[in-house]
Each structure stands twice: as structure tokens, then as C-alpha cells.
């Protein structure tokens, strides 16, 4: 019995997480993005909250694809670009050259990318990794429970495959965009935190 009360609640959370993956699913004021994100600017897809109103992110820590354990949170005090992806996604290959190229660049200014593979097999993941170069890590997420827990109600989550949220230094949610991104795209969400100047 008590089987089959796990497996429903598995099913359950990967359906709910299924939902708000995909675009458009969790667009409506009730998909959590609540007060915080929604008083915040939208342009060219972006999302942006002002610095007085950020919320932070929640714990997002595990396993990456090549095994290794990983905590966001370990990286405070540097703007972290969160990238949440999957092989089988068009936007997503679109994207990663943009990526890979951004994340090389901004290292040296303190910024550092992280991946999120989501509703994905670890091997897929892993070829699409090598197939465009990805160095930086990305955490094994294939059901979508990190998401759920480590974006809290109220904040800027992400709704679709691909979708990138900006941490500022202090670890708080400060921007969310849903959909490919180019390089111009991403210095316009980076560039801001980083003129904030260094964590106080």
C-alpha cells in the first residue's frame, strides 16, 4: 500500500512539474510568480525584479550529470546565471552556443553558469554537452523536483524548456527569461548585477 501511495505522489510531482515546463502551462498570476516578480519589468521576454524586492532563491543542490554534487548556494557573492535545458529541445541548441560563449567571457567579471537538465536521460544530456562544448556543470534534475523546491512561491521561476534565471550576488532572484537567448540577451540581464557592485 505504501508503494503505491510513493508512486502516485511521484506522478503526481512530475506531472505538476511536466505542466509548468512547458510554454504557457503556468502563465496565468497562480503559477507562484507572485507579488515580488510580478511588480518587477518585463521586456523582450525578460523579467526583471527591482533590487528591493528580490526574494531569494531556495536551496538547489545534487547531483550533476557527471556525478559530481553541486550547491547553488556555494556561490554566493557571484552572479549566477541558472539555465534550465534539455537535449531534446530546439531553443535549447539554439541557445548554447550563446551559453558557452557568455559563460567563458563574464567568468573573470565573477559570474558563473550553471545548467539545470531537466525531463531528460543523463545520456542525452551528456552528448548534447559534449556535442556544443559545455564546460560549466549542470545539475540532473529528469523529474523536476529541484525546480519545484528550489524556486519558492513568489518568486521568478521557470515555466518552459529553455528558461535562465539571473541570481544576483546576495543569492536573490533577479531576473528570468523564457526562451532562447543570444549573447546580447544575456550581457543585457548580467551586465545590471554586476554593476551593482561587489556583495556587501
Known amino acids: 500500500m505504501n508503494s503505491v501511495r510513493i508512486t502516485?505522489?511521484?506522478?503526481?510531482?512530475?506531472?505538476?512539474?511536466?505542466g509548468c515546463l512547458s510554454l504557457g502551462?503556468?502563465?496565468?498570476?497562480?503559477?507562484?510568480?507572485?507579488?515580488?516578480?510580478?511588480?518587477?519589468?518585463?521586456a523582450a521576454g525578460v523579467t526583471t525584479v527591482p533590487e528591493d524586492e528580490r526574494r531569494p532563491?531556495?536551496?538547489?543542490?545534487?547531483?550533476?550529470?557527471?556525478g559530481q554534487q553541486l550547491d547553488v548556494?556555494?556561490?554566493?557573492g557571484e552572479v549566477v546565471?541558472?539555465?534550465?535545458?534539455?537535449?531534446?529541445?530546439s531553443p535549447c541548441r539554439a541557445e548554447a552556443p550563446h551559453l558557452v560563449d557568455?559563460?567563458?567571457?563574464t567568468r573573470s567579471e565573477g559570474?558563473?553558469?550553471?545548467?539545470?537538465?531537466?525531463?531528460?536521460?543523463?545520456?542525452?544530456?551528456?552528448?548534447?554537452?559534449?556535442k556544443y562544448g559545455v564546460t560549466y556543470p549542470s545539475l540532473y534534475d529528469p523529474t523536476g523536483r529541484l525546480i519545484l523546491s528550489g524556486f519558492p512561491k513568489g518568486t521568478l521561476h521557470p515555466q518552459a524548456?529553455?528558461?535562465?534565471?539571473?541570481?544576483?550576488?546576495?543569492?536573490?532572484?533577479?531576473?528570468?527569461?523564457?526562451?532562447?537567448?543570444?549573447r546580447k540577451d544575456l550581457r543585457e540581464m548580467i551586465d545590471p548585477l554586476l554593476a551593482e557592485g561587489p556583495r556587501a
Open 8 to 18: 502516485r505522489a511521484v506522478l503526481a510531482i512530475t506531472t505538476a512539474v511536466a
Open 25 to 42: 502551462a503556468c502563465a496565468s498570476g497562480t503559477d507562484g510568480t507572485g507579488a515580488g516578480a510580478a511588480r518587477g519589468s518585463t
Open 57 to 66: 532563491l531556495g536551496g538547489i543542490r545534487g547531483e550533476t550529470l557527471d
Open 73 to 76: 548556494a556555494d556561490h554566493r
Open 81 to 89: 546565471v541558472l539555465n534550465v535545458w534539455a537535449s531534446w529541445c
Open 102 to 105: 557568455t559563460a567563458e567571457e
Open 111 to 130: 559570474v558563473r553558469f550553471l545548467g539545470i537538465a531537466t525531463r531528460d536521460t543523463r545520456s542525452l544530456a551528456l552528448a548534447f554537452e559534449e
Open 161 to 182: 524548456v529553455p528558461s535562465t534565471v539571473v541570481v544576483d550576488r546576495k543569492g536573490r532572484i533577479a531576473a528570468r527569461a523564457l526562451g532562447a537567448l543570444s
